[in-house]
């Protein structure tokens, strides 16, 4: 599997209730961020947590890291019609000077309302 | 909110020819980025520019593509001869830190080669 992987791959919910999104990796990060894409948009920002954080929370997001099993998950609570979008996890593990970010796939997120 | 901007929206062209994407990235950023995404696929990292210079690229990124930065306030994706493959969305980004880097995406923009 390629780093930066989500599961599942398209999720369809009711409005009202939680989504979960899993992401896996493979090799050791620094920070690991998700962001989210509206259909023919860019990538937004959601939240980032540190590789020596274990969970976070903004608004109705809730992120948790687990180093070592290499994956993490986005909890979105009480979900919305407007959260329908895709979203993805994106690692981050620059050694160097400046950081890359690699991203998944993306998980389709459909919330009916 | 500032806002990264990429012109043309959609681009349509031949195979063999020059395409020019163009970012105006977030004004006070130092660090730039190309990522494009071929439809269904993955956002992948091209190219990262800092200090007028690349700082890191990827495999894709071979000697068909450059990045400019040609008035301060611009950042070119030149693609010298496009194939078919290079069709995708390409997305700009920016950032103002490379050390835990929240990048700024722009809209993106649509490459079709014919």
């Known amino acids: 599997s390629q780093q930066g992987e989500e599961d599942p791959q398209a999720l369809s919910i009711q409005e009202g209730e939680n989504a979960t999104m899993n992401c896996s990796y493979k090799t050791s990060i620094n920070n690991l961020q998700w962001y989210r894409q509206n259909s023919g948009r860019g990538l937004v920002h959601l939240i980032l947590i540190r590789s020596n954080e274990r969970e976070k929370h903004s608004g109705r997001l809730r992120v948790t890291l687990d180093t070592s099993k290499k994956s993490s998950s986005l909890l979105i609570t009480a979900s919305r019609a407007a959260d329908t979008a895709s979203y993805f996890c994106?690692?981050?593990?620059?050694?160097?000077?400046?950081?890359?970010?690699?991203f998944g796939k993306g998980i389709t997120l459909s919330v009916r309302p | 909110e500032p806002e990264v901007t990429q012109t043309p929206s959609h681009q349509v062209t031949q195979m063999g020819q020059e395409v020019i994407l163009r970012c105006v990235p977030i004004?006070?950023?130092?660090?730039f980025y190309w990522y494009r995404q071929i439809l269904g696929q993955k956002v992948e990292f091209l190219v990262s520019f800092y200090n007028n210079e690349i700082s890191e690229k990827s495999e894709i990124f071979d000697d068909q593509f450059s990045v400019e930065r040609p008035d301060g306030s611009n950042f070119t994706l030149k693609i010298r001869s496009t194939k078919l493959e290079d069709s995708a969305m390409y997305f700009c980004?920016?950032?103002?830190?490379?050390?835990?880097?929240?990048?700024?995406f722009g809209a993106g923009s649509r490459l079709t080669v014919l």
């Open positions: 994106a690692t981050d593990a620059a050694t160097g000077a400046n950081s890359k970010l690699t």
């Open positions: 004004s006070n950023h130092l660090y």
């Open positions: 980004a920016s950032s103002p830190t490379a050390v835990a880097n929240v990048l700024t």
